[in-house]
């Protein structure tokens, strides 16, 4: 239990800071491209996002099944594993290579076909790495697998800084070497083409042993295994980036760039819940897999769920309450899609703590219905983004993105209360959330003016639920 723990302090530390520090590129990168340009960078990396799931289609969670497996051998999981991923690689290049005039027109990249190669050339990269970050968290070397994550981000970090920082200070005097002219949107690929390949030359020692191999039994496990995951994968990351590809074909195509980049752009102001909601991820896994069998773990689920709901309502509202000064995270020219920001920030509040609720089916090892869940989700994201996005652009994709979510916490809850029924208090818990709601949306939306009353209006909401939860949250977390 201590080793675990101090593993998954590392991998959270690493997987957070990390996150953390790439968003800390976001108010360089906004500054200094254009909202199409920015969009053109949020297309393709919602993109990336959907990709990578294709090309390891559960490959990474088939390894760690089949390596501890009885009978199967670890060094021939890991060739095989690779191997199929290389398939998958080769025949999206060849798709690539020949159907290249097709793709671009599809993709909208006619003008701009070398950001085709980027796109594979990223993907590839880091598809072939997921096997061996594994093999690094199977072999319990936690601070080797942070190291390689943590050098992968600071290097596209500082490239980054390199192509761009001379775009908004005159350096010529303090350090003319650091002086070009060099910006744009590919940049940004360059940047992380050339962190990705750091990354995988870090990881070639972790390769020892691998040879190519699509030995029957293992190829048809692992298969059998990961194309559930695959299904499941494709679901959930539509769920999350669906919407910037619909917006890139049902806004106007003469502004779909545009759209998107505005979008992207302020969704980037939920980071603050998103981090939170990761962090007590990596944390409350552990923890409700070592009570749920305990005579009050149950309870303790429901206590964990009010805490958590609280810190992500009260975090949404002092947001809103500090929008004027956070809002500087983007540059100024994307501040017209400001008027999202708390349809998306109530969206995360909900995909949290649906996200904490889903422990029912993990737990109870009834993991089918996380699919399910998903698919709900996906119904409602592709029905809404169709419907309203022509006739509310991006504001559509705010709303469908916060029904979305809340069809999959009803529908994760009804069936949560049917196979592991948990003592949640709903009444509390949908109060807090509509306080919450309603309170945020009364200082974004009335247009007050005056920030200071926002702010005072944020505090006084933060003493109000510090005051209705001093017998609950806290006495639960500092009791000994």
């Avoid at 496990?221 to 980036?241: C, R, S, T, V």
């Avoid at 074909?249 to 003469?254: S, T």
């Avoid at 500090?322 to 008027?339: A, I, P, R, S, T």
Wanted: aromatic share 16%.
């Amino acid at each position: 239990m201590k080793q675990l723990a101090g593993q998954t302090a590392i991998y959270g530390l690493s997987s957070i800071l990390g996150r953390m520090i790439n968003f800390l590129l976001v108010p360089l990168q906004t500054a200094v491209l254009s909202q199409s340009e920015y969009g053109v960078n949020v297309d393709f990396y919602s993109l990336i996002a959907f990709l990578i799931v294709i090309c390891t289609f559960g490959m990474e969670t088939a390894y760690f099944r089949f390596s501890e497996k009885e009978g199967w051998d670890e060094s021939k999981v890991f060739g095989v594993s690779i191997t199929m991923i290389l398939l998958v690689l080769g025949a999206l290049g060849l798709l690539t290579f020949f159907g290249q005039n097709a793709l671009l027109g599809a993709l909208r990249y006619e003008d701009t076909p070398e950001y085709l190669g980027y796109l594979f050339a990223i993907l590839a990269l880091d598809a072939l790495a997921a096997i061996p970050f594994a093999r690094l968290r199977r072999q319990n070397k936690a601070v080797r697998f942070a190291g390689i994550k943590l050098a992968l981000i600071f290097s596209n970090v500082l490239v980054n800084l390199y192509f761009f920082l001379p775009a908004l200070w005159e350096l010529k005097e303090v350090a003319p070497w650091f002086t070009h002219e060099l910006r744009g949107v590919q940049y940004i690929f360059i940047a992380n083409l050339c962190a990705s390949s750091l990354m995988f030359v870090l990881l070639l020692p972790t390769f020892k042993g691998f040879s190519f191999s699509l030995d029957g039994k293992y190829a048809k496990g692992l298969l059998a295994f990961g194309i559930p995951l695959l299904i499941g994968g494709l679901a959930g990351i539509a769920n999350e980036m669906l919407d910037r590809q619909l917006l890139k074909y049902l806004l106007p195509q003469e502004s779909w760039a545009q759209g998107v980049g505005i979008y992207g752009a302020v969704y980037k102001i939920s980071i603050f819940l998103v981090l939170f909601n990761q962090a007590f991820r990596y944390a409350a896994e552990p923890f409700f897999f070592k009570n749920a069998n305990l005579g009050d773990g149950k309870q303790k689920m429901a206590s964990v769920m009010e805490g958590f709901a609280w810190v992500m309502c009260v975090g949404f509202v002092l947001i809103i309450a500090g929008l004027d000064y956070l809002k500087f995270f983007v540059d100024e020219k994307f501040w017209v899609g400001l008027h999202l920001v708390p349809i998306l920030l109530l969206a995360n509040v909900i995909l949290g703590i649906n996200t904490n609720l889903n422990m029912w089916y993990k737990v109870s090892d009834k993991t089918t219905y996380g699919i399910y869940i998903t698919f709900v989700g996906l119904t409602f994201t592709v029905v809404g983004n169709v419907v309203l996005i022509p006739q509310m652009g991006i504001m559509g994709a705010a709303i469908t993105t916060l029904v979305a979510y809340a069809a999959m916490f009803l529908a994760s809850a009804l069936w949560g209360q049917k196979q592991y029924p948990v003592p949640y208090n709903w009444t509390k818990l949908g109060g807090m959330v509509f306080s919450a709601t309603i309170v945020a949306f009364l200082i974004h939306y009335a247009e007050i003016g005056n920030t200071i009353f926002k702010i005072t209006a944020g505090v006084c909401y933060l003493f109000v639920m510090l005051a209705v939860e001093r017998n609950g949250l806290f006495k639960f977390a500092f009791r000994r």
